[in-house]
């Protein structure tokens, strides 16, 4: 024997040799048991899966695989620039194609739900072996190892129920979507279907809803919470448990790292970060143009077609003066809470109270009703003076409290901001707008306002110095708010003429047969006075209707609804101008001669009105320009009043102008023309007839004496051309044929039977002598160079307290022809009343000689 072969005979006899020997035979012999086993149980496998597929591959082949592509989809509100703000649902979804998905998205969702997705044919065997192992040990069905794909299948065909028969329909389902379907359509159906929590469907509607940016926009934190909430929605939700999903973004970054789609740099970064998400709303709380425009939608479309139909909605709505418009008045109504004498419940207050149930409904719980809120309540709206198309609704102070639309649903008094119907139904009637109009004091029987009697001019004004003035011409008295002036015209025109012109500018509440509607105190809402007042700068043409939906298509492209935006005359363009001429007036020197220098407007050239209602309660500003018109409103739902002074020149007049000026940016104010059926003629303002040389007034100025026109030029139709010279400077001689008589006025009737009330008799006249403390009469003139001490106007409803008569200045001479009037029978005859005695006074008065007067027309 060789020394070689000595040596490996020795080698082979050891003990360790004789180990690993043995070791390397029975790893031989496992893995022969091994592969056998596994041909055995993937022999059994196969059968058993053939077994199942036969079984149940004709109930798999049922399904309509076009369902997969079917879903609800929420049809999409966007505004007139083309920008989504809105959606109508019933799921909140809305499906987007594969390519405006983050790639980041993807990759998340890959790592987190399906790390073989795209190599699997729908279902990944090892993933189910794995959990039958797990699912078997335990007893019960934990793991499902459900694929993409799967998911899919399971969401498209609502198949929930936890059974193997479930799960292996599945299985065959997703094998066949994965025939018909391309990897990035699977995927692309199950991120637009999938829910995210929070009443979220699709990756869209999430990614709008927690971060306020579409599913493109997604960075790499983002798209990681939002695929680690596939997994539970609802207990990862940031909003309910905000550490859970941020522990579960790290996760799923954790195995974005592990599969090699980001850097470690990348994923220490990102889970660095603190998680940011929106404030949780309500998305059926959005506010009233939404709300609105669902309302519109559904008549047109039908509710099902709507919330499913996934169409898109093309309102007419501009973001920008919409936000303004909500800006403004939440803004301005904080500031009037704010005020010593505001003595109500504040919109704080109620919140503060009602916390709970405001919670509730932003977590989305529809079964929870605020209580109605008492705090004070404003509305704007804004309107295309060409099309009626509604630029910018606020409907109230906040609509998760209250979906009341108080711009469409609320009807309340205009008050004053009526006064330029009533004008513009004069003028249509041919009355000239510097014909004269007697503002003094007046039977408050005639137009039964704030009591039996009283004094007209305490109803409704607009600014605290409130005096009367007079002879004045019409347009003179539409600028100045004059109530009494306002009254008087009325009665000219007639409430049937008023009716017939409100119903043709758009007004469609009912206005009562009294003469009080001269007043604004018919009920109406904002919608139809702002629609009424586009008749101004439209020359007489307005809208037919206001719209807030311009176009509606469905996910084709095809046109299933367009508005006309079609326009009618209300009234002729001459009036609507000649009002239009008064209205700008307002601005400069009128009721609202505070917008420039106060309320911050900026807009130039533009007219409105500013308005208040009988004690306080309502306070309104309507105005355009060329191209808009805007209506503010502020008070509380039921009639309450604000707090004593509580004008519209105050309160709604900085809203409307801030509005107007948001509004200007991208609609500039341009001059309104003047029709060809107006011609320019200048009269005297004493008189309303033509001017003359003569037509001044001497003044004593700082300078001394000096004189100062009394002319100004007005606008006239051929018939309203004023024929006669002025009969107050120049001589000239009217025609007095037809007068008009108070007292051939209608009364307003009684509410209530007053032959069963016994009287109570008057202690004293309301007017003592010559002291007027209400300035019911305003001196007219005096002595050339001499002053007037002209008792100052007390507080609407006040008088002077006893003891205190003898600080009222006391009257010196005056110009009789302002002294207090009484209607004779004779429409050609006004004679002057006597003054009042020593005796019947109390007070010491100076005889002052009586001239005769000159006839006034009423």
């Not at 307002?586 to 917008?595: I, M």
């Amino acid at each position: 024997m060789s020394f070689l072969t000595k040596r490996r005979y020795r080698f082979e006899s050891s003990s360790g040799y004789q180990r690993k020997r043995k070791f390397r035979k029975f790893l031989q012999l496992a893995l022969a048991i091994g592969l056998g086993a596994a041909l055995v149980f993937g022999t059994l496998g196969l059968i058993t899966f053939e077994y199942f597929r036969n079984k149940y591959q004709t109930i798999a082949d049922s399904f309509n695989l076009e369902q997969v592509e079917k879903m609800e989809a929420a049809s999409l509100i966007y505004d007139r620039q083309g920008r989504q703000f809105g959606k109508i649902f019933i799921q909140n979804r809305n499906p987007i194609p594969y390519d405006q998905f983050s790639p980041l998205l993807i990759d998340a969702v890959v790592a987190a739900e399906d790390g073989s997705f795209y190599t699997h044919k729908g279902v990944d065997w090892q993933g189910v072996a794995r959990a039958a192992i797990t699912n078997y040990t335990s007893g019960r069905i934990s793991q499902g190892a459900s694929t993409v794909t799967q998911q899919l299948a399971r969401n498209s065909f609502d198949m929930r129920e936890k059974t193997f028969e479930r799960k292996f329909i599945e299985m065959l389902l997703a094998m066949r979507i994965e025939q018909q379907y391309s990897k990035n359509q699977i995927m692309e159906m199950y991120l637009n279907r999938v829910y995210f929590g929070g009443g979220f469907y699709g990756a869209e509607a999430a990614a709008r809803g927690y971060f306020g940016k579409s599913a493109k926009e997604l960075n790499l934190g983002e798209a990681a919470m939002l695929a680690g909430l596939l997994r539970n929605p609802n207990g990862f939700s940031p909003w309910n448990n905000l550490e859970a999903a941020t522990a579960v973004r790290n996760r799923v970054l954790l195995r974005m790292r592990e599969t090699g789609k980001i850097t470690r740099e990348q994923y220490e970064q990102e889970t660095a970060l603190r998680l940011y998400v929106r404030k949780r709303t309500n998305p059926h709380k959005v506010s009233y143009a939404v709300d609105y425009i669902r309302q519109q939608v559904i008549a047109a479309l039908g509710f099902e077609r709507a919330a499913n139909g996934g169409f898109h909605i093309y309102t007419t709505l501009d973001l920008g003066i919409q936000r303004s418009a909500e800006n403004a008045l939440k803004a301005q109504l904080d500031k009037i809470e704010q005020r010593p004498d505001y003595r109500h419940e504040t919109y704080s207050d109620y919140r503060e109270r009602h916390s709970s149930e405001e919670d509730a409904i932003n977590r989305g719980r529809q079964d929870i009703k605020m209580p109605a809120p008492k705090y004070l309540q404003g509305a704007s709206l804004v309107l295309d003076n060409s099309t009626g198309a509604i630029l910018a609704m606020v409907g109230g102070r906040d609509f998760r409290h209250s979906e009341y639309n108080r711009v469409t649903q609320s009807r309340r008094p205009p008050g004053t901001a009526f006064a330029p119907i009533v004008f513009a139904t004069a003028f249509e009637n041919g009355i000239f707008p510097g014909e004269l109009v007697q503002d003094a004091c007046i039977d408050n029987r005639y137009v039964m306002v704030g009591g039996a009697t009283g004094i007209l001019g305490e109803w409704g004004v607009e600014r605290a110095e409130n005096e009367y003035t007079g002879d004045i011409t019409a347009r003179e008295a539409l600028v100045q708010g004059k109530n009494a002036a306002t009254v008087r015209l009325g009665f000219r025109v007639g409430t049937e003429a008023l009716k017939a012109t409100a119903g043709k500018l758009g007004i469609t509440s009912k206005l009562r047969d009294y003469a009080n509607s001269y007043l604004g105190s018919s009920e109406m809402t904002l919608e139809e006075l702002t629609l009424a007042y586009t008749a101004f700068p439209g020359l007489g043409m307005r809208p037919e209707n206001t719209h807030i939906i311009q176009k509606i298509t469905d996910p084709d492209g095809t046109v299933m609804y367009e508005s006309s935006g079609k326009r009618t005359r209300a009234i002729s363009a001459e009036a609507a101008y000649q009002t239009h001429s008064a209205l700008q007036e307002v601005l400069k020197r009128g009721t609202g001669d505070n917008a420039y220098t106060e309320a911050g407007l900026k807009v130039s050239p533009a007219a409105a009105k500013t308005g208040t209602a009988y004690n306080f309660t309502d306070t309104y500003t309507i105005g355009y320009t060329d191209a808009l018109t805007c209506g503010v409103w502020i008070g509380f739902d039921l009639p309450t009043r604000i707090f004593r002074g509580a004008f519209g020149r105050n309160l709604t007049l900085p809203v409307w102008s801030a509005i107007m000026n948001q509004a200007a940016e991208e609609f500039p104010a341009k001059d309104i023309p003047q029709p060809t059926g107006l011609k320019p003629v200048e009269i005297c303002r004493n008189s309303g007839l033509l001017a003359t040389p003569r037509c001044v007034h001497v003044e004593n100025g700082p300078g001394g004496l000096h004189e100062v026109k009394t002319t100004y030029v007005e606008y006239a139709t051929e018939a309203q051309m004023p024929k006669v010279r002025c009969d107050v400077h120049g001589g000239g001689v009217r025609n007095y044929a037809q007068q008009y008589n108070e007292e051939e006025w209608p009364r307003a009737a009684a509410a209530v039977d007053l032959s069963r009330i016994r009287p109570v008799a008057v202690a004293a006249p309301t007017l003592l002598g010559l002291h007027d403390v209400y300035r019911s009469v305003r001196p007219g003139g005096a002595l050339i160079g001499e002053e007037i001490p002209v008792a100052k106007a007390l507080p609407v409803g006040e008088v002077p307290a006893p003891g205190e008569e003898e600080n009222i200045p006391k009257a010196m001479a005056v110009d009789p022809a302002a002294l207090p009037v009484s209607i004779g029978t004779e429409p050609e005859v006004r004679k002057a009343a006597p003054a009042a005695s020593a005796e019947s006074s109390g007070f010491e008065s100076p005889a002052i000689p009586l001239a005769p007067p000159k006839p006034v027309q009423f």
